[in-house]
């Protein structure tokens, strides 16, 4: 996952893009992972992680959104990647939402153990999406689980 995230950081500074994330259920493990390459200084902005709803609203996520699509949804990943790519003025803004591991058969639903990734370019106006359902009981296991579908995002649909 190291090289993959050398090739993106690398990418962003031949280029002189940035980029910026607003992470939720991952708790910033996307800005733990670029700030360990060399380099990154160069390219990356800022990193908010908003856990609650509370904190996505008050960057600038919609509320409305979030009540009518629910945190979990594309639609609260999008809104994240774009409002922290205004909000660092960065070329990319990656938003990521959803339940990491959420076991409670009660409170289960169809959105149970997704998460929601999003990426937004600026300079496109496009949102780059990925869904990920993840398995693992264990937070850090599905933690690497979505970064490892983001580098795949970015890899394949930004950098291709």
Do not use: W
Not at 10 to 19: A, F, M, N, Q, V
Request: net charge positive; aromatic share 10%.
């Amino acid at each position: 996952m190291k090289e993959d995230m050398k090739k993106i950081v690398h990418y962003l500074e031949d280029r002189k893009r940035t980029i910026a994330t607003m992470e939720s259920c991952t708790g910033g493990a996307i800005c733990h992972a670029i700030t360990n390459i060399e380099g990154a200084s160069r390219v990356f902005q800022y990193s908010a992680i908003t856990y609650s709803n509370d904190f996505k609203i008050r960057m600038g996520v919609s509320k409305e959104i979030i009540d009518t699509y629910s945190v979990y949804s594309f639609e609260t990943a999008d809104a994240m990647s774009k409002t922290i790519a205004t909000f660092a003025n960065s070329d990319f803004g990656v938003g990521i939402t959803g339940m990491l591991n959420r076991v409670d058969e009660k409170n289960k639903s169809e959105k149970t153990n997704r998460v929601y990734i999003s990426i937004y370019s600026r300079e496109k106006e496009t949102f780059f999406h990925k869904e990920v359902e993840v398995h693992s009981l264990d937070r850090p296991t599905n933690k690497n689980t979505v970064l490892r579908h983001f580098l795949h995002l970015f890899l394949n649909e930004i950098i291709k």
